[in-house]
């Protein structure tokens, strides 16, 4: 058996300190929460709940109870029923990251706004990389109307990989089309509430309060049995105290009350304790997504959602460059590494850079690459025989070399990751030979080659219909007389 590399954050007392702390500023400050059927349940579960500003404080019993009936384990499934994120523990897993609105286009060297092929192309190269563990809804299409924007998005999404989603609601009304696709896919409400394929990301306002949106949709996914993610941003210095400890505090905060939100809408629902914050410039006035100073403040809030007992989550393993560079790789491979050391459950943020605002296909390729390090890293060290090296080192000296052992062949590959094509590992007269390419050139043309190759799972034509039904409704009740439709080809433009 191996041991899992692992980074402590704080000493034990201190992640009870914190904990109380956060407990403490529920009670004494608490916080804004603008949706009515929320406040509903705080103060018929006994908060403090001043109508006038509709700030809730919340007694500390309430959190704890909360947390007692929150599970601490969660399973997410693809859409052809396996189960491929198991959320607890320390166990790993990686997606893109979400809600990108740009996308960096590598042929016309930047960034502009994306379109439905883009979100196309996203969704099909992560179904083909097989080192993420799910999909998200990643970019933000710009030929859709806004009001239908985080609908449409998963529409492509179920249609374009079998894998499980991280996506989200613009718009309180979105939910219920949302789930009505989700539940199509799966089989039906119940099959979809017993193998959720979705994760709903849910997140406060820094500092301390619940819009009436974000609010909503920590109650819809309670209810429904979907997976919840809290995402809690507190900034540096900005929207939260200036040291990395008391931002960690007040994410803790925000996030336990959504959890108490979530759990009195529906005990025993599944939630995961999650957040996306940063380090705040003060020289630039920017959210540093690559700073150490943030990816610390993500490992050590997983460290105390750990403590929690709850599945944990870090938009993390991202970039501040604005093109595909040494920046983007060194940032983008110290975050997915603080991420594995800090064993967070499902961690976002691959493909994306320019502070979470850009996505790019070529950095999705080459992050697939430094997921695959750290899920090796994961795996420690394993001690394969007994005696650990003595018989091998016998046998070879009567040989004089390694390569030709039984030994060899039968574990190479369980102990090394063999990287995909992206990564050069070849000798200086190879590389020549092959164009000398760069790493964003090897992946620029590795994209193409995913793309023109690789064929998403199809869904029935009773499910690609019934979904693409909800789709056009949605559309019609919001006025909107045109959608972009797609094949496996370009898409166009039609009538609704």
Not at 14 to 33: D, N, P
Not at 284 to 303: F, L
């Amino acid at each position: 058996m191996s041991v899992q590399p692992r980074v402590r954050w704080f000493r034990e007392e201190t992640r009870a300190r914190i904990f109380t702390e956060a407990l403490e500023i529920l009670e004494k400050i608490g916080v804004f929460v603008e949706n009515d059927e929320a406040l509903e349940l705080l103060d018929g579960a006994g908060a403090r709940i001043d109508s006038r500003t509709a700030r809730v404080q919340i007694p500390s019993h309430l959190v704890i109870r909360a947390l007692a009936t929150a599970p601490g384990r969660i399973k997410v499934f693809d859409r052809l029923g396996e189960c491929v994120m198991d959320l607890g523990g320390d166990r790993v897993h990686f997606n893109p990251g979400s809600a990108a609105l740009r996308i960096f286009d590598y042929q016309l060297g930047r960034a502009r706004t994306p379109i439905t092929q883009d979100l196309i192309s996203f969704s099909t190269l992560t179904d083909a990389l097989p080192n993420y563990a799910a999909q998200s809804t990643g970019v933000i299409p710009g030929d859709v109307h806004e009001d239908l924007a985080d609908r449409f998005r998963l529409f492509v999404a179920l249609q374009y990989s079998v894998k499980p989603v991280v996506t989200g609601t613009f718009g309180k009304e979105a939910f219920r089309a949302m789930h009505a696709m989700l539940a199509t896919v799966s089989g039906g409400v119940e099959e979809l509430r017993k193998r959720p394929m979705a994760i709903f990301d849910c997140c406060p306002s820094p500092p301390l309060m619940w819009s009436d949106l974000t609010a909503q949709a920590l109650i819809d996914c309670a209810r429904s049995g979907i997976p919840a993610e809290l995402v809690s941003m507190p900034l540096t210095g900005a929207t939260a105290p200036v040291t990395l400890a008391g931002a960690v505090t007040q994410h803790c905060a925000e996030s336990l009350s959504g959890v108490l939100i979530h759990q009195l809408a529906h005990p025993g629902s599944p939630i995961i304790y999650g957040g996306s914050p940063a380090c705040f410039d003060m020289r630039k006035g920017t959210t540093p997504m690559g700073a150490v100073e943030t990816q610390m403040i993500d490992g050590a809030y997983a460290e105390i959602g750990k403590h929690l007992g709850l599945p944990t989550h870090a938009y993390i393993g991202m970039s501040d460059s604005k093109v595909v560079d040494y920046q983007c790789g060194m940032e983008s491979a110290m975050g997915a590494t603080v991420a594995v050391l800090s064993g967070i459950n499902n961690i976002s943020g691959p493909g994306m850079h320019d502070f979470e605002a850009c996505q790019s296909l070529e950095k999705l390729v080459l992050d697939h690459e430094i997921v695959g390090l750290g899920l090796r890293l994961t795996r420690g060290i394993e001690i394969r025989d007994q005696p650990i090296a003595l018989s091998m080192l016998e046998e070879a000296i009567e040989t004089k070399e390694f390569l030709s052992l039984s030994h060899t062949a039968k574990w190479f590959r369980e102990e090394a990751y063999i990287p995909d094509k992206v990564i050069d590992r070849a000798t200086l007269g190879e590389w020549e030979e092959q164009g000398r390419q760069d790493a964003a050139m090897r992946a620029s043309a590795r994209v193409e080659e995913l793309l023109a190759n690789h064929t998403p799972e199809p869904l029935a034509d009773s499910v690609q219909t019934e979904l693409s039904d909800i789709m056009m409704a949605e559309a019609r009740a919001l006025g909107i007389d045109e959608l972009p439709v797609f094949g496996r080809g370009k898409p166009a433009t039609v009538s609704v």
